[in-house]
């Protein structure tokens, strides 16, 4: 009988060393990808100062929502002189860090940038989407989208993501539908960045819109918005299922795409 509590207890020890040394990995990996998620995000943050003013906005309440659970998403917006209105929502889940920057132009004729970035323990996740949210199709614009492209294809060898149809896919441009390991954190990262510097290059040598096409262009804008409330996304989703259809709506309105923002 003594002989077998002691294999018991020498196999309970084994048990909790493994459950110890299990525990301790987990948040080497969690911490080693908050801190690629913050990089990367800070990296674009960065790129926007540098070639924009760009001004914080208080989003109040907005600022840590329990959308999932326990896990709070951290909201940050700005507004981008002379551009429009920015967004970036950060969450840690423990198993899965998750990145969201979202650039809705206002003053000039852009497509509407989404970028969700996904770290799931070693694998990395990349959705990029330029949506058409303009009334002129005009050369600027069609240069622009070219140049885009050249960008995401400077990137091909990265893995390509199978991504389900969408209602919206007559809005999307240009798109990058990215993976990989961790080893992969510096080019998904310099896809984002570079996409993004092209994007602001681009912008700088179109005029502002006149107050009248701000406004068509906000009803373009908003008729993606809501279609999303209306016909459903897979984050939106999410947001409707907790905070329902009325205070999402208002959370885009004002935060997350700006629409309303002043």
């Not at 911490?31 to 989003?59: F, G, I, R, W």
């Not at 970028?115 to 990349?126: E, F």
């Not at 400077?154 to 993501?161: G, P």
């Not at 510097?197 to 993606?224: D, G, S």
């Amino acid at each position: 009988m003594s002989k077998r509590k002691a294999v018991i207890r020498t196999v309970l020890r084994l048990l909790l060393v493994v459950l110890v040394v299990l525990v301790l990995g987990g948040f080497w990996v969690m911490s080693k990808n908050v801190k690629a998620m913050n990089h990367c995000v800070d990296a674009v943050l960065t790129e926007l100062n540098k070639q924009y003013k760009v001004t914080p906005v208080d989003v109040g309440d907005y600022k840590a929502m329990k959308i999932m659970g326990p896990a709070k998403f951290h909201v940050e917006q700005y507004q981008m002189e002379e551009l429009g209105n920015v967004s970036v929502m950060r969450v840690n889940m423990g198993i899965m860090q998750m990145a969201t920057v979202v650039i809705t132009p206002r003053d000039k004729n852009m497509p509407l940038l989404s970028a969700d970035y996904m770290y799931i323990l070693g694998n990395r996740k990349c959705y990029m989407e330029f949506y058409d949210v303009v009334e002129e199709k005009d050369e600027s614009y069609q240069k622009l989208l070219g140049d885009l492209a050249q960008v995401i294809k400077k990137y091909e060898h990265l893995e390509n993501i199978e991504v389900t149809p969408a209602w919206y896919e007559h809005l999307l441009t240009v798109t990058a539908y990215k993976g990989g390991k961790t080893k992969a954190d510096a080019d998904l990262e310099g896809m984002l960045v570079d996409s993004i510097k092209v994007y602001l290059e681009h912008a700088k040598a179109l005029p502002l819109l006149t107050e009248e096409e701000k406004a068509k262009k906000k009803l373009i804008t908003m008729e993606y918005t809501d279609g999303l409330i209306a016909k459903g996304g897979i984050s939106t989703d999410v947001f409707k299922k907790k905070l329902g259809e009325e205070e999402t709506k208002k959370f885009f309105d004002k935060v997350f795409f700006g629409t309303e923002a002043q």
